[in-house]
């Protein structure tokens, strides 16, 4: 599992970067979540990299 913290706003973002960070399941900023490590989830996480903070767990 790893832990992701939405730490940068998505407004002015691409269309498709806000779309990861919604099928992250993040909404708000500061907002903590945990989602399992997959090759999917990595996808997604390194497409956002700069808006979300990630710990492994």
Known sequence: MMNVTLFRSMNGRHKSHQACVRGLGLRR?????????????????????????????
């Open 29 to 57: 900023l500061n907002q903590k979540i945990s989602v399992e490590d997959t090759p999917a989830t990595r996808g997604m996480l390194d497409k956002v990299s700069y808006l979300v903070k990630v710990e492994e767990s």
